[in-house]
């Protein structure tokens, strides 16, 4: 009974493994009526046209390099373009003897090592029927000459390609960026991005500033061409082609010519300058001392030079707006007064009498205030004006470091202001928390008197202290700050897409608070404030104030003196200032490195930007077709 | 004598498999010649290849499904062991972690699963048989994860398809209810455009060009159209052997590996791709009856299971050269120039045979 029973199931069993098996094998079935199908499709059905594709071998596709966008400034002029320059290409799968090509050529025309390298590389990451460059910027001659001889070199021809060019050189070089070759990097980044596809044929890629950043819009979208060639590699006939779609040209909210007033007047000295319309958030002036010419950067930079830029003392390469971090120093005194008075603990009539100097209770330290005799009766508008720091020092401990850097965060500190720029870092505002995670050790008051003149552990960079004064002259509104403001199409119908003004966050801060700080601002630049010469005769109300961050510590009861100290342990010079005070259109950051005194050495590039912005005035040595002073006369200046 | 010994050698060779496996050898090296570009630094080491893993197909022929079954665990705890390995001290060679060096070879220990993975779950299944639930679906599911997820990781997705696919096919066909099966494919069906809106805008180019290269003809979508063009004009009969003018030059890439069905369709046109897949669905065919006859529940598990993950091998390389489906690197067997996956293909053939002709013996005994 058991026994049948276990048979029956046996049977059952295989039944359904039949069953199951022939299921799959219908599947197995109509897979292969599938591909019998497309066998059909491709070798009977469209035989013609693929027929006419693989004709005696001759069909090559051949990517169409869309042309880059553009960069233009606020007023069109050209920040970047692009021209085409002759290159002689070597086919390595129709040149036979590669390396035998080569030498030939080179008795005609000059082929250098690095040409050589530059055409291993990319021979390595091309098919062998694409052709790559051995030589780029032929001459007339050059090319006239190779022409002549073309029948002796079976695989090489000439082309052309579009190379990049900025013809403002330097100007605003740190902003631009630059364009360079496209190395392993990038091939890795755009494979996982699936963008390598739209490479083929490009050799280039945005390497810094907005050429980096906005590389997605400018590239455009590579067109390709079926072409019939001849055994040569020659083109002979397009069978069918799909035009490129340009890159997209970017307007740029920056004025070049505020640019070139910045630039000029820092002279040699090294720092940067940001200068922001608070309304809108559009970047106005985007300066970072010294610059370079990104031209060099567009055909690879040859080695020497490039360790002359990278192992300057003065860092030409670092994009200091965004990458340069600097103690904020008094700069700071304006967010911690407002911070003050929003929580009530310094509003007027509060008033202090100023010795000279600020202790903790229950310690000997001496907080100094700059002026050594004291600053005597001050509130808090004054103490803005004349920079009291006896003032802030205790403001700072009453508020508490977390109340603190709570409040002026939502200024911008201590996080990236969002700029349409790539590698933007974001400083560092300090408290307890941040203290112990970084050293393990506990906060001290000290620390919180210190913060309180922007002193300490603060970190700011330009571009933050741009935005922070922005946001302080636009009441507290900030606008994301943005360097292109426009983005015109160059595919199909063109037309050109706005970038509207977009709110960033908004502290509701109190109208009479607000008019109090900006009143101690305005005082800084008139007689008797720290930086009364800046708003001399300037015709508009300017809101200000200075600061110096200390390079090198000083010790208690030490002295500071400018002349005995190496020019590159100066203070750095730092200036902040919105105008026209009461309805601000300009707001902005300058910091000199090593420039000694805010009011002095960054107040008058300052002024020289807004009198142009707001008057049209241009400094006397603008006016002139500028000349470049010789190298020479450079070098003596930095030494004076 | 001379007979007998013959007769010996050849007691376990299934002769209808056998010849199917000759005649695609010898078209697999005529391709080869002339997908290498007459090449015989090529040809030699491929009729090699061919010799050794026709020697291990004939060994493994000799082993009985007894002991084939109780090799099973050990080769997939083993298997697993070596894949674990390689994810953490695999060498990296062209961009996968994929070798495991031993000090005296190196090893590609996702090939063993491919064998390993289709043993394992049909003893498993042999085992459960009496009394088979659906937990027991369960735990061979999570037995083929695992080592396909190891193997993707790699990465590997040619392989770790194949795998994954020899694992279904044995839970398949131990009865996996119908109920589920078309769950799983409603589920696949109501999650895929859940799955499409996640994706990042680049995740889905990646795919789209996936399924339609025409959209990226310089990138990924090269080597389809490339093969598109080299089948589409071999026509009817074909250029000729050695004729053919796409795979000749250096348009066609991967020629001599995963894409020479586009040189033998180029060649051979049309006529010549009808008579391959022929001598395919006839080694398939095979397989069934094999499978169907096989006398027990591990044999006819594990023999269905290698038909049908040969027959994958098939359409999957010969759909992804034709353009019908996205390109993983699967190779064409007997054909594609290697010897790993004839090494692979053959010992899953020579387990065929073991099933085929060890049954008599078994049943009478």
Known sequence: ?640 | MISDFVANLSKRIDSFLMGCIFFACIIGLFVIYSASGQDWSRVLPQFINMMVALTLMWAVANITPHWLERMALPLFVVGLLLLLGVALFGEISHGARRWLNLGFARIQPSELMKVGMPMMLAWYFARREANLRSADYAIAALMLVVPVGLVMKQPDLGTSLIILASGFYVIYLAGLSWKILAGGAGLIAVMTPIFWSLLHDYQRKRIEILFDPSQDPLGAGYHTIQASIALGSGGFIGKGWLNGTQSQLDFLPERTTDFIFAVFGEEFGLLGNILLLALFSLIIFRGFVIASRAHNTFCRLLAGSITLTFFTYVFVNIGMVSGILPVVGVPLPFISYGGTSLVTVLLGLGILMSISTHKALIASS
């Open chain 1, 1 to 640: 009974m058991s026994l049948q029973r276990e048979l029956r199931n046996h049977s059952l069993e295989h039944h359904h493994f039949q069953l199951r098996l022939s299921v799959a094998g219908s599947i197995v079935l109509f897979c292969f009526a599938v591909l019998l199908f497309r066998f059909f499709f491709l070798q009977i059905g469209k035989y013609d046209y693929f027929q006419t594709l693989a004709e005696n071998n001759r069909i090559s596709l051949v990517p169409t390099v869309p042309n880059r966008g553009l960069i233009l400034d606020r007023n069109g002029v050209v920040l970047a373009h692009n021209f085409f320059v002759y290159t002689l290409e070597i086919t390595p799968s129709k040149a036979g003897n590669v390396e035998d090509t080569i030498n030939r050529i080179s008795q005609m025309m000059e082929v250098s090592n690095e040409d050589r390298k530059q055409f291993k590389k990319l021979r390595a990451q091309t098919h062998n029927f694409e052709s790559a460059p051995i030589r780029t910027h032929l001459t007339e001659e050059e090319a006239a000459k190779f022409a002549v001889n073309r029948y002796q070199f079976p695989g090489v021809e000439i082309r052309s390609r579009l190379f990049r060019s900025y013809p403002q050189n330097n100007l605003g070089s740190h902003m631009i960026g630059y364009i360079g070759r496209i190395n392993e990097n990038d091939i890795k980044n755009l494979d996982a991005s699936g963008d390598l596809g739209n490479y083929k044929g490009s050799d280039h890629i945005g390497k810094g500033g907005i050429e980096q950043f906005y590389e997605p819009v400018l590239h455009g979208q590579t067109g390709f061409q079926q072409v019939e060639v001849d055994a040569d590699g020659q083109a002979v006939r397009v069978l069918s082609s799909t035009a490129p779609i340009p890159g997209d040209n970017l307007v740029l909210s920056v004025d070049s010519k505020i640019q070139e007033i910045a630039e000029k007047a820092f002279g040699n000295r090294r720092g940067a300058l940001v200068a922001i319309n608070p309304k809108n958030g559009e970047v106005l002036a985007y300066v970072s001392m010294p610059t370079f010419d990104p031209n060099l950067f567009v055909d690879g930079i040859d080695a020497e030079t490039w360790k002359s830029l990278n192992g300057s003392l003065d860092r030409p390469l670092i994009n200091r707006p965004i990458r340069g971090i600097y103690p904020p120093g008094s700069t700071f005194k304006p967010f911690v007064a407002m911070a003050g008075l929003e929580d009530g603990k310094r509003h007027p009539p509060f008033s202090l009498s100023d010795p000279g100097f600020y202790t903790l209770s229950g310690s000997a330290h001496r907080y100094r205030d700059w002026k050594p005799d004291g600053h005597g009766q001050v509130d808090i508008q004054r103490a803005i004006t004349v920079s009291c720091d006896t003032f802030f020092y205790g403001l700072a401990l009453d508020l508490g470091i977390e109340k603190l850097t709570g409040f002026v965060s939502h200024f911008g500190f201590g996080k990236k202001t969002g700029i349409d720029l790539t590698g933007e870092i974001g400083g560092l505002l300090p408290t307890p928390e941040w203290k112990y995670r970084r050293w393990k050790q506990k906060w001290y008051p000290g620390e919180t008197v210190i913060v309180g003149i922007g002193q300490g552990y603060t970190l700011v960079t330009p571009m933050q202290l741009a935005q922070a004064t922005a946001v302080i002259a636009n009441n507290g509104v900030a606008m994301r700050p943005h360097l292109v403001s426009a983005i015109q199409k160059n595919n199909g119908n063109g037309g050109t897409f706005n970038i509207p003004p977009m709110k960033q966050d908004e502290i509701s801060l109190d109208p009479a608070n607000v008019a109090l700080v900006r009143a101690g601002m305005v005082d800084v630049t008139r007689p008797g404030g720290t930086a009364a010469s800046v708003g001399a005769g300037a015709g508009y109300d300017i809101a200000a104030k200075t600061g110096t961050a200390q390079v090198v510590g000083i010790k208690q009861g030490a002295k500071y003196n400018a002349g005995a100290i190496d020019e590159r342990h100066r203070d750095h010079a730092l200036f902040i200032a919105y105008a026209p005070a009461e309805n601000p259109t300009i707001a902005l950051a300058v910091i000199v490195e090593n420039g000694g005194h805010g009011g002095s050495a960054a107040g008058p590039i300052a002024r020289k930007v807004m009198d142009y912005y707001l008057l049209g005035k241009l400094p006397a040595d603008i006016v002139e077709a500028s000349t470049k002073k010789p190298a020479a006369l450079v070098e003596e200046e930095l030494h004076d």
